[in-house]
C-alpha cells in the first residue's frame, strides 16, 4: 500500500456499518402492536425521515439512496440485484462508477460533532470536515480519507477519484508550521488500491475520459502554476510560469486540451484583468485572448475571473463570457468620510434594490461571446439578452431571447414583448425572428430551428432558418395548449414546456391532456397517448431524465417518460410512450409519486411513491416492482388519519374541489374543530404525503388530524379584480357544506394561511363572524400601499403581481382605485368579531413587514383582539428550525385555546411579561 494512504486510511469500523444478506431487504414492520397510539407531539419531529438522491448505478445492478432525519444523523443504502444491503451511518451524495465496480461516497461528521463546534463558535474552516468513503461493489468493502472538502470523478472510464483535503486541526502546513495558501488533494486509483498527493492544490478539474486531472498549484498568495497530471502515468507536468490568479481549468468534451484564465493582478477587492489560455495536451500553452483585450468592446468591458471559458461538446468552438471591469476600492478613502447614497431613476432598467438583492449574482453575470481566430465575438446585447446555444455548442447558431427593451416595463408588465433572433456565433450578424410576447422559446438541436409559445395566439409556432417562414403547428389541431383554467389576469401560459426531438425534425408539446409530436414544417402531427388522455380525464406531462452526457434533444429511440394525473379521482403514476404510441403504464394508483430516475443501459427505474397515511418510500421497477425502503415505522406508534375529496358548490354555483382530512378512528357520532386552510388549489395533493414537522409558516396537516382535528383544504376560483370576494365565495361556502356535516363542531372552525393564504384569512374576517379564530401569516392588508412596495428578497417591483399575477386586481392603482380598496382588509377591520394571529418576520423578503403591522396597529386600535408574532431577522417563511418549533407551539396554543376550550397560554395574557426576542421582559 502506498505511504500517503498509510497515512490517510481510518477503518470504517468506527462507522458501525451493516452489510445485509440477500433475503434481509431491511424492512421493518409497520403493522401496530396492541399498546395504545398516541397523539403526535411537538417533541416528536427530529426523527421523522426522509429518502433523499436515488441513484442507479449504469446497469441498474446497484441501487443507492439516503434515509435523513429531520435533524440528527442521517444513512446511505445501497442494495445490489442480489437483495444484499450495506448501510453506511451519515453517509451522502453517492455516485457509482460506470463499469460498476466501485461506488464514492462522503461521511458526514456527527450531529454532535457539528452541534459542539456551533457551541465553541467554530469559524468555517475549523468546522468538522467529511470522510470519503471507496467502496468496492462486489464484496461492499471500503477504504475511508478523512477531512475531504470535496472529490471529482470523470463522467466517464472512472479509474480514479480525486479529493480535496481540508487542513489540519490547527489549519496549518504540517511539515512547515505556516499558513497554507491552499490544502494538498488526493488522487485515489481504483485498480490498485494506490493513492497520488497533490500539494497546494487550490481548484481542480478532470477529464471526462478519466485520464488526465488539471489543478492550480498555489504555494503563496499570489503564487499560482497550472498543473496537469497524466492520470495513466502517475506523471504530472507544469503548464505555464507562475502568476498570481489562475482559475478552475475546463477540459474539452475529448480531455484533449483545456481553457484557463490567468491574470497578474494582486489587488483584494475589483475585477481581475484576465488573459485565455488554452492548453493542448502535448504541446505548449497558447493565448487565446490577452489582458485587457478590448477590440470591439464597449469602454470598460473585458474578460475577468468570471468569464469561465469553455469548449462547444465537439471542442471546435470555445465561448467566454465578458462584463464591465469593476476598479479595486479607494484605500484613500475612508467609510467615515464616504457619503453612501443610493440613486434611484425613473427611467432605469432596474431599481436600486433589485440590484443589491443580486449583488453577488450580478458580479459574476457576463455577456457570451465566441472566440473567433484570436478576437471575441459578442453574442448577447446586453446582460437581458439570454443566448442559448444549439447541441451544447456545437452548432453554428445561437438564440437570442432579449428582454433589453421591455426591461422596465417589467416593473407592472410580467409579460412583455421580446425580441427572438437567430445569432451566427462565428461573427454576431443576427436574422430576426419575432419580436412579440412569448414563453419558452427554445432553438432546435441543429440550430435551424426556433419555436416559441406565441401567448397572443395561444398556440406553439416555429421558424425555420432555410426559408424564414414562421408555421403556427398547433391551429389545425383544433384544441387548447394554453391554460384554460387559468384565472389571473394576464394571458394564459402554455400547459407544459415543448421540446425538440434529437433529429430536430419534430417538436414534443402537450395540451391539456394528451402529448403530442409535432413536424416542424407543420405537416405532421401524431398523439403519442393515443387521445387516452382527453377520453379518460388523464394528464400527461413528459419527464425529461436527460443528463449532461446526452445528446441534446428527445430521442425518439428511447421510452419517452410520462407523468400521469387523473382530474377526476386525483390518482397519479407513471408511464412510458414511443414513436408509434405504444402507451404501457408502469405504475399509478391512489398515491403520490416523485423523484424518478433510470439506469443509463437497463429497463430499470426506481421512484418514490406513497399517500396521506404512507411516507414517500423509495421503490425499483424491473419486470416486477420491489420496495426498497421502510422510513418511519415510529408512525405506527401515532393517532393518524385519513384523506378523502369533498365536494360542494361556490355561491356563485361554480363546483368545487377540496380535501377532508379526518382523525384516525373518526366517529361520526362525535362533533369535530374543523382547522381550515387553504392557498389556491391544493386537491391534486389528495395522495400528498406530509411529515410531521415544525412550522415554517402553515398549520402541519398530520399534527393537527392527529390531536383530534378535522382540517379541510378548499380549493378556490378567481374572478379577476375581485380576490378577496372570491376567497369569500369558494371557502366560506365550502365551510358551510361542512357545516351540514352531523359530526362537525360548526361553532369551532378556524382559518389559517400565510402569504397570499394569509391575506385571504385577513379579508374573510371583515366578511363573515362565522370562525372562532383566525391565523394570518405575513398578510397583505393594504393592497393601496403594497401596490407600490418592494419585494426585498430580489428587489422587484410588487406592481406586476397586482396587475397580472397572484393579486389579481388586473388594473393599475389610479385605474382601479377601488378594487384596491375593496380588497384590502384594512378597510374592513371595524367589522372584524374574529380573534386574529398575525404572523411576519421582520426580514420579510416577499410581502413588506408593514403589511402584518398595519392590520395589528388597525385592530389594536380598535379594540379587536389580535397577536402579532415577529420573528427577528427571519424571512417569508421561517429559516431556522429553532424558531420553527417555536411557532408550532404557539399555533396549537392558539386554536386549542379557541377550538378546544384549552386554557390561554401566558404569551397571549395581558398581564404576563412582554416577549422581545424570546426573552421575557417584566413591566408593571
Request: overall charge positive; proline content about 5%.
Amino acid at each position: 500500500m502506498h505511504k500517503s494512504l498509510l497515512l490517510l486510511f481510518i477503518s470504517l469500523s468506527s462507522l458501525n456499518f451493516a452489510v445485509a444478506k440477500p433475503q434481509d431487504s431491511g424492512a421493518q414492520s409497520l403493522r401496530g402492536d396492541a399498546k395504545q397510539k398516541k397523539p403526535l407531539t411537538h417533541a416528536v419531529y427530529d426523527d421523522w425521515q426522509t429518502v433523499d438522491k436515488p441513484k442507479l448505478s449504469t446497469h441498474g445492478r446497484y441501487a443507492a439512496w439516503e434515509v435523513n432525519p429531520q435533524q440528527g444523523d442521517g444513512m446511505l443504502r445501497l442494495r445490489d440485484a442480489s437483495g444484499r444491503l450495506m448501510t453506511l451511518p451519515r453517509g451522502h451524495q453517492l455516485q457509482f462508477t460506470d463499469d460498476e465496480r466501485f461506488a464514492v461516497a462522503l461521511v458526514k461528521p456527527t450531529y454532535a460533532q457539528t452541534r459542539q463546534a456551533k457551541i465553541k463558535k467554530k469559524k468555517k474552516d475549523d468546522m468538522p470536515l467529511d470522510s470519503l468513503v471507496v467502496i468496492r461493489l462486489n464484496d461492499f468493502t471500503t477504504r475511508m480519507f478523512p477531512r475531504v472538502k470535496s472529490f471529482d470523478m470523470a463522467r466517464h472510464n472512472n479509474k480514479v477519484v480525486a479529493f480535496a483535503l481540508g487542513k489540519d486541526d490547527k489549519g496549518k502546513d504540517k511539515k512547515k508550521g505556516k499558513m497554507d495558501a491552499a490544502t494538498d488533494m488526493m488522487v485515489y486509483f481504483f485498480a490498485d488500491d494506490d493513492t497520488l498527493r497533490l500539494p497546494h492544490a487550490d481548484s481542480y478539474a478532470m477529464a471526462n475520459h478519466g485520464r488526465r486531472l488539471a489543478y492550480v498549484e498555489k504555494t503563496d498568495k499570489h503564487k499560482c502554476v497550472m498543473k496537469v497530471v497524466d492520470l495513466d502515468r502517475r506523471q504530472t507536468v507544469a503548464v505555464n510560469d507562475t502568476t498570481a490568479y489562475l482559475s478552475r481549468p475546463s477540459f474539452s468534451w475529448q480531455g484533449d486540451k483545456m481553457l484557463f484564465l490567468a491574470s497578474a493582478d494582486t489587488a483584494k477587492t475589483g475585477s481581475k484583468h484576465c488573459a485565455i489560455h488554452e492548453y493542448k495536451v502535448g504541446g505548449k500553452p497558447r493565448t487565446l485572448l490577452p489582458t485587457d483585450y478590448s477590440d470591439g468592446l464597449d469602454k470598460g468591458w473585458g474578460v475577468t475571473e468570471n468569464s469561465a471559458p469553455f469548449y462547444s461538446r465537439d471542442g471546435r468552438q470555445t465561448f467566454a463570457g465578458i462584463q464591465p471591469y469593476v476598479n479595486p476600492d479607494d484605500t484613500t478613502k475612508y467609510d467615515f468620510e464616504t457619503a453612501e447614497p443610493n440613486i434611484w431613476r425613473y427611467d432605469a432598467d432596474e431599481l436600486p434594490p433589485m440590484l443589491k438583492a443580486r449583488m453577488a449574482d450580478n458580479r459574476k453575470q457576463t455577456i457570451l461571446c465566441a472566440v473567433v481566430g484570436g478576437r471575441l465575438v459578442q453574442l448577447g446585447r446586453s446582460m437581458y439578452d439570454r443566448v442559448r446555444l444549439a447541441d451544447r455548442g456545437n452548432a453554428s447558431y445561437a438564440l437570442s431571447t432579449d428582454h433589453t427593451a421591455g426591461k422596465l416595463a417589467e416593473q407592472w408588465d410580467f409579460q412583455g414583448r421580446v425580441q427572438l433572433s437567430l445569432v451566427d456565433t462565428r461573427d454576431g450578424s443576427r436574422t430576426p425572428i419575432a419580436d412579440t410576447q412569448l414563453e419558452n422559446a427554445i432553438i432546435s438541436p441543429d440550430g435551424n430551428h426556433v419555436a416559441w409559445f406565441d401567448l397572443r395566439q395561444r398556440q406553439w409556432l416555429a421558424w425555420s432558418r432555410k426559408d424564414r417562414q414562421t408555421r403556427n403547428l398547433t391551429a389545425r389541431l383544433k384544441m387548447a395548449f394554453h391554460d384554460e383554467d387559468d384565472d389571473h389576469p394576464m394571458l394564459a401560459m402554455p400547459y407544459d414546456r415543448a421540446h425538440f426531438t434529437t433529429d430536430s425534425r419534430q417538436l414534443l408539446v402537450a395540451d391539456r391532456y394528451d402529448v403530442h409530436l409535432l413536424s416542424v414544417d407543420g405537416k405532421d402531427s401524431r398523439c403519442l397517448t393515443r387521445g387516452t388522455g382527453r377520453r379518460d380525464s388523464l394528464q400527461y406531462r413528459y419527464v425529461n431524465l436527460q443528463r449532461p452526457d446526452d445528446i441534446e434533444g428527445v430521442n425518439l429511440k428511447q421510452p419517452i417518460w410520462l407523468q400521469m394525473f387523473n382530474y377526476r379521482d386525483k390518482t397519479q403514476g407513471y408511464a412510458t410512450t414511443d414513436l408509434r404510441a405504444n402507451l404501457h403504464v408502469v405504475d399509478a394508483g391512489l398515491h403520490s409519486y416523485g423523484a424518478l430516475t433510470t439506469a443509463d443501459s437497463a429497463p430499470v427505474c426506481l421512484y418514490k411513491k406513497g399517500d396521506f397515511a404512507h411516507p414517500m418510500d423509495l421503490y425499483m421497477r424491473t419486470d416486477t416492482t420491489l420496495r426498497l425502503s421502510f422510513i418511519n415505522p415510529q408512525q405506527q406508534d401515532y393517532l393518524w388519519g385519513t384523506a378523502e375529496l369533498h365536494r360542494w358548490k361556490a355561491f356563485d354555483g361554480t363546483p368545487l374541489d377540496g380535501l377532508l382530512y379526518k382523525p384516525e378512528g373518526f366517529d361520526p357520532n362525535k362533533k369535530y374543530p374543523v382547522m381550515i386552510y387553504f392557498y389556491e388549489r391544493r386537491s391534486e395533493n389528495l395522495y400528498a404525503y406530509y411529515s410531521p414537522a415544525p412550522s415554517r409558516s402553515i398549520i402541519n396537516i398530520p399534527y393537527f388530524v392527529s390531536n383530534g382535528y378535522v382540517v379541510f383544504v378548499p380549493d378556490i376560483v378567481y374572478r379577476p379584480g375581485h380576490p378577496g370576494e372570491s376567497a369569500y365565495n369558494c371557502i366560506v361556502s365550502g365551510a358551510q357544506s361542512l357545516t351540514k356535516l352531523p359530526w362537525v363542531d360548526a361553532a369551532h372552525m378556524a382559518i389559517q394561511g400565510q402569504s397570499w393564504g394569509g391575506y385571504q384569512v385577513a379579508y374573510l374576517v371583515t366578511r363573515t363572524n362565522m370562525f372562532a379564530a383566525a391565523g394570518a401569516g405575513a398578510p397583505v392588508s393594504n393592497m393601496t400601499s403594497a401596490y407600490g412596495g418592494i419585494r426585498w428578497e430580489s428587489g422587484m417591483s410588487r406592481q406586476f403581481q397586482y396587475e397580472q399575477t397572484q393579486s389579481r386586481i388586473g388594473q393599475d392603482l389610479w385605474k382601479g382605485y377601488d378594487l384596491y380598496v375593496e380588497n384590502s382588509p384594512l378597510f374592513g377591520i371595524p367589522k372584524i368579531q374574529t380573534p386574529l394571529l398575525i404572523t411576519h418576520n421582520n426580514a420579510d423578503g416577499a410581502v413588506p413587514y408593514y403589511q402584518g403591522i398595519e392590520m395589528f396597529m388597525g385592530m389594536r386600535r380598535l379594540g379587536k383582539p389580535v397577536w402579532l408574532i415577529e420573528y427577528d431577522k427571519e424571512a417569508h417563511n421561517l429559516r431556522e428550525r429553532k424558531n420553527a418549533k417555536d411557532l408550532s407551539q404557539r399555533l396549537s396554543d392558539f386554536f386549542d385555546h379557541y377550538l378546544k376550550g384549552a386554557p390561554m397560554p401566558d404569551w397571549m395574557k395581558p398581564d404576563t411579561p412582554y416577549i422581545i426576542n424570546g426573552k421575557e421582559i417584566k413591566r408593571k
